[in-house]
């Protein structure tokens, strides 16, 4: 089979295509044939390294992706080979403490594909039966690999970590990215007040069209003034962040008390600093978070098959342009998430 692997870390370039052995499924697991795949911002992390972070090169990359069970291991009894399923990233043992507790995610064993293990960058991928599921109603292939691991994030964080509550004042930085435009989504499913910042009038408009209440551009001097007309004297009670050391001082500024700031990333630099007296003056929480329950992402494929929530795709790469897809990505211009077709597209889902 083809597939993507990162022998080195570097840019785009260092993405092989290489020639591999197709994977035969053990015990317990699946081998999909896999049609989509879509890009995170992991992706890029994982390609070009991070300091102090190693990673199993050389590596498929690729945490998201959707498919058709092609064969099943031993002691599989399905779903049945031809069932078009979508891939679940993250990965435990199933048989810890924190696994049987059904918090999979703090797992000792946890990993994600295409960044602990091989993942979705290739036409086939096998997997534990646990890590593929039907693929909603409606979708086609390229939507259904578009909201594993952003969706699954935004919940966790959400729902689990800061615990947000109808009527509620959040604020998402970078609205128009993958994991807060589901953010976005699911917080105005919960019934929340929302704010974002974008850097674009056209992902202004995204965040807007998405379901934001307010959108303040990141680029305004007086955006965190705007922010603050807009929360009032009792300020945010959530902040919502992966952007980091631009975003955290001014976001704990925002808070209130019994504020929560929750983040899954620090894309702009690890070096969080802030004043931390208003942090047990007024009782509030930082909270870091990483990926999810594949409980959580199961609920969140039955909100998006009842038409409550809808991954949302900003482009469309062939396979053999899977450089120009992670350049696209790294650009800062989707608005949405990147995706890249493998296969040939079967017929559409019913």
Same mark, same amino acid.
């Given at each position: 089979?083809?597939?993507?692997?990162?022998?080195?870390?570097?840019?785009?370039?260092?993405?092989?295509?290489?020639?591999?052995?197709?994977?035969?499924?053990?015990?317990?697991?699946?081998?999909?044939?896999?049609?989509?795949?879509?890009?995170?911002?992991?992706?890029?992390?994982?390609?070009?390294?991070?300091?102090?972070?190693?990673?199993?090169?050389?590596?498929?990359?690729?945490?998201?992706?959707?498919?058709?069970?092609?064969?099943?291991?031993?002691?599989?009894?399905?779903?049945?080979?031809?069932?078009?399923?979508?891939?679940?990233?993250?990965?435990?043992?199933?048989?810890?403490?924190?696994?049987?507790?059904?918090?999979?995610?703090?797992?000792?064993?946890?990993?994600?594909?295409?960044?602990?293990?091989?993942?979705?960058?290739?036409?086939?991928?096998?997997?534990?039966?646990?890590?593929?599921?039907?693929?909603?109603?409606?979708?086609?292939?390229?939507?259904?690999?578009?909201?594993?691991?952003?969706?699954?994030?935004?919940?966790?964080?959400?729902?689990?970590?800061?615990?947000?509550?109808?009527?509620?004042?959040?604020?998402?930085?970078?609205?128009?990215?993958?994991?807060?435009?589901?953010?976005?989504?699911?917080?105005?499913?919960?019934?929340?007040?929302?704010?974002?910042? /974008?850097?674009?009038?056209?992902? !202004?408009?995204?965040? +807007?069209? $998405? =379901?934001?209440?307010? @959108?303040?551009?990141? *680029?305004?001097?007086?955006?965190?003034?705007?922010?603050?007309?807009?929360?009032?004297?009792?300020?945010?009670?959530?902040?919502?962040?992966?952007?980091?050391?631009?975003?955290?001082?001014?976001?704990?500024?925002?808070?209130?008390?019994?504020?929560?700031?929750?983040?899954?990333?620090?894309?702009?630099?690890?070096?969080?600093?802030?004043?931390?007296?208003?942090?047990?003056?007024?009782?509030?929480?930082?909270?870091?978070?990483?990926?999810?329950?594949?409980?959580?992402?199961?609920?969140?494929?039955?909100?998006?098959?009842?038409?409550?929530?809808?991954?949302?795709?900003?482009?469309?790469?062939?396979?053999?342009?899977? /450089?120009?897809?992670?350049?696209? !990505?790294?650009?800062? +211009?989707? $608005? =949405?998430?990147?995706? @890249?077709?493998?296969? *040939?597209?079967?017929?559409?889902?019913?």
């Amino acid at each position: 089979m083809k597939a993507y692997r990162i022998e080195a870390h570097g840019g785009p370039e260092t993405l092989t295509l290489s020639d591999l052995p197709r994977p035969e499924p053990g015990p317990g697991e699946v081998r999909v044939r896999l049609v989509a795949m879509a890009l995170n911002h992991l992706d890029l992390w994982v390609r070009r390294g991070i300091e102090g972070v190693r990673f199993p090169l050389p590596l498929v990359g690729g945490s998201d992706g959707a498919g058709v069970v092609e064969a099943l291991g031993p002691g599989v009894d399905g779903p049945p080979p031809g069932t078009a399923v979508f891939v679940l990233p993250g990965v435990s043992c199933g048989a810890c403490r924190a696994c049987l507790a059904g918090r999979d995610n703090l797992c000792q064993h946890y990993g994600i594909l295409g960044e602990s293990r091989d993942g979705t960058a290739a036409e086939a991928i096998v997997l534990p039966r646990t890590n593929v599921a039907p693929i909603p109603a409606g979708l086609d292939f390229q939507q259904a690999a578009s909201f594993g691991l952003t969706f699954m994030t935004a919940w966790h964080m959400l729902v689990h970590k800061a615990r947000l509550a109808p009527g509620e004042r959040i604020l998402f930085h970078a609205g128009a990215s993958g994991v807060s435009s589901a953010g976005i989504q699911i917080a105005r499913q919960q019934g929340a007040l929302i704010a974002a910042t /974008a850097g674009s009038t056209d992902k !202004l408009d995204f965040a +807007r069209g $998405l =379901g934001s209440d307010l @959108v303040v551009d990141y *680029r305004d001097e007086q955006w965190t003034r705007t922010v603050r007309q807009w929360a009032g004297d009792e300020g945010l009670d959530v902040v919502f962040d992966h952007v980091g050391e631009q975003t955290f001082a001014p976001s704990m500024r925002l808070l209130g008390k019994g504020g929560r700031y929750v983040f899954c990333g620090a894309t702009s630099g690890f070096a969080l600093r802030s004043d931390f007296r208003p942090v047990f003056f007024k009782n509030q929480e930082i909270l870091g978070s990483t990926m999810g329950r594949r409980a959580d992402l199961l609920a969140v494929a039955e909100l998006i098959a009842a038409g409550r929530l809808r991954p949302t795709v900003a482009r469309v790469f062939p396979f053999d342009q899977m /450089a120009e897809a992670h350049a696209f !990505l790294e650009g800062r +211009r989707a $608005l =949405g998430k990147v995706v @890249v077709t493998i296969d *040939r597209m079967p017929e559409p889902i019913d």
